[in-house]
């Protein structure tokens, strides 16, 4: 992060400034899912029965809010420089964009293994992956200046990993938002859910079905089922 941040002050270039306030995004983000993590693993009271286990998607939540926020700056940052493009150092920005793209594909390969089925390790993963990308487009932009001469490229490629880091940040805002208002996980089908519940032997009706996530990976259930009185005398 201070290698990009002071890299983009001497180059004069976007790319590495982007890539840099994005780390520093990315400090706050893992300490928070650490954090989340930490507090999640406490057990449950009387007052929290469920215990902490919303931290994680608390956690996810504010990191999905916090990349989109930047990286609308980024964009409007690369629309003023569209209109004029400052110089920029095209070779200095390639190589500190190849060692920021190293240590992000080392992250990256860390969190990996546990990004598919938890919303906070995939928050994380995001971050480490749009830094990745970040990085591979400030090394386009450096190689495009130093061939071409096209100081513009550092604004595109601003814009276009901006773009990309929006795409996914809003799949994780929206799965987050969709847990904390407790809607149905969607890999349950509610209507075979019921059936299966009214099919079980001596169950007359069912009422007020819910099925929600308390955190990534833990579902839970909640129904009023009116039983037949099977018992004679």
């Known amino acids: 992060m201070f290698a990009e941040?002071?890299?983009?002050w001497l180059t004069n270039s976007l790319a590495l400034f982007a890539d840099a306030g994005h780390m520093l995004t990315d400090v706050a983000a893992l300490t928070l899912t650490l954090a989340a993590i930490w507090f999640a693993?406490?057990?449950?009271?009387?007052r929290k029965t469920y215990g902490y286990y919303r931290l994680e998607i608390?956690?996810?939540?504010?990191?999905?809010?916090?990349?989109?926020?930047?990286?609308?700056?980024?964009?409007?940052e690369a629309f003023e420089r569209w209109q004029s493009p400052p110089e920029v150092k095209g070779f200095e920005l390639t190589l500190i964009a190849v060692g920021g793209l190293v240590i992000n594909l080392i992250c990256a390969y860390l969190?990996?293994?546990?990004?598919?089925?938890?919303?906070?390790?995939?928050s994380a993963w995001l971050h480490v992956v749009g830094d990745a990308l970040g990085s591979v487009t400030a090394i386009a932009a450096g190689v495009l200046i130093v061939a071409f001469g096209w100081l513009w490229a550092d604004a595109v490629c601003?814009?276009?990993?901006?773009?990309?880091?929006?795409?996914?940040?809003?799949?994780l805002i929206r799965e987050s938002v969709n847990v904390l208002l407790e809607g149905t996980p969607?890999?349950?089908?509610?209507?075979?859910?019921?059936?299966?519940?009214?099919?079980?032997?001596?169950v007359e009706n069912v009422h007020d079905l819910h099925v929600w996530t308390i955190?990534?990976?833990?579902?839970?259930?909640?129904?009023?089922?009116?039983?037949?009185?099977?018992?004679?005398?």
């Open 186 to 202: 969607s890999h349950i089908n509610l209507t075979a859910v019921e059936q299966t519940i009214r099919q079980t032997e001596s």
């Open 215 to 233: 955190t990534s990976g833990m579902e839970a259930l909640s129904v009023h089922i009116v039983q037949r009185n099977n018992f004679a005398g």
């Open 41 to 46: 693993a406490r057990p449950a009271t009387p």
């Open 5 to 8: 941040a002071i890299g983009g």
């Open 111 to 122: 969190l990996h293994g546990g990004h598919e089925h938890d919303l906070n390790m995939r």
């Open 158 to 171: 601003s814009v276009l990993i901006s773009l990309i880091i929006v795409f996914g940040a809003w799949r």
């Open 58 to 76: 608390l956690a996810a939540f504010v990191n999905g809010i916090a990349l989109v926020l930047i990286s609308f700056w980024v964009i409007y």
